[in-house]
């Protein structure tokens, strides 16, 4: 498997808090946060539990330097590890970055290509032929096919996962963490998290549970408005209250049908 791939599952299941045990019947499960153990469960499938494991013990704790935490206003997550096989060179320090798309596209310099070159984030690209619907140019750049895909992966109603990295030498890395406290703070940290290169993205999809379609229609019956807010993405939101009910097939999306949570509380007047 390429470099690509080690980038995908190293950025997963390093910077993950989710983990993998067995459970009562001695079967292995994944535990902990549910969208980082959709994608531990990709490459369960891939890898198997055991190669997930090993991956992740390959990364100890003495090449562990800097943990920076998710959150729901930063909506990414990061760690930075110490290669020692790389030590004295430009990448002995690796910081891997994931979240949502459009918390980090503004952080990107570049992207790996399909060959698993480093290629400018604003190179001109030829747009595959599943994204040419998606807007209406056939030639664009590598962040505007990061973007389609987004799009296209928010119209099936899949939440997106970013997965980056950035590399840099160790005296690189000593020196910026001098210049920023320490990293005493968590937002010390943050000045890590630019210059990222995109590795690549994923769909994830949130199953309705049973009987909400049901209740969206009773509550409609009884005159109460339905309105999905969200912390994901607009499009994403959309697909998924037409396919709950809230916003049927064909019917206009007004203001309030689908909103982000920013746009919830600016039209409330802030949270108290």
């Known amino acids: 498997m390429g470099s690509a791939y080690n980038d995908l599952l190293q950025g997963i299941l390093w910077n993950s808090s989710a983990r993998i045990e067995r459970d009562d019947e001695g079967e292995w499960v ?17 890898v198997g539990a055991d190669g997930c494991n090993e991956q992740r013990n390959a990364l100890t704790d003495e090449n562990t330097l800097q943990l920076i935490s998710f959150s729901s206003s930063r909506k990414r997550a990061s760690i930075v590890i110490r290669n020692p096989e790389e030590e004295g060179t430009d990448k002995e320090v690796r910081i891997y970055t994931k979240g949502a798309p459009d918390m980090l596209f503004p952080k990107l310099s570049g992207v790996l290509d399909a060959e698993g070159n480093t290629k400018g984030i604003e190179d001109s690209v030829s747009c595959p032929p599943e994204l040419v619907k998606i807007g209406n140019e056939h030639e664009t750049t590598y962040l505007g096919i990061l973007e389609k895909t987004v799009k296209l992966f928010a119209s099936k109603a899949f939440r997106t996962i970013l997965v980056t990295y950035r590399d840099m030498s160790l005296s690189e890395f000593e020196s910026i963490k001098a210049e920023n406290n320490d990293f005493e703070k968590e937002a010390d940290r943050e000045i890590l998290e630019q210059d990222l290169v995109a590795v690549g993205i994923f769909g994830l999809q949130d199953p309705l549970r049973n009987g909400i379609i049901e209740s969206i229609k009773k509550v409609g019956a009884a005159g109460i408005t339905t309105i999905m807010c969200t912390g994901d993405n607009i499009d994403t939101a959309i697909a998924i209250s037409k396919n709950a009910g809230i916003l049927p097939e064909g019917h206009p999306i007004e203001k309030y049908t689908c909103m982000t949570g920013k746009d919830f509380r600016e039209t409330v007047g802030g949270l108290v």
């Open 30 to 46: 994944t535990k902990g946060n549910v969208t980082e153990q959709g994608l531990i469960k990709f490459f369960m499938a891939v």
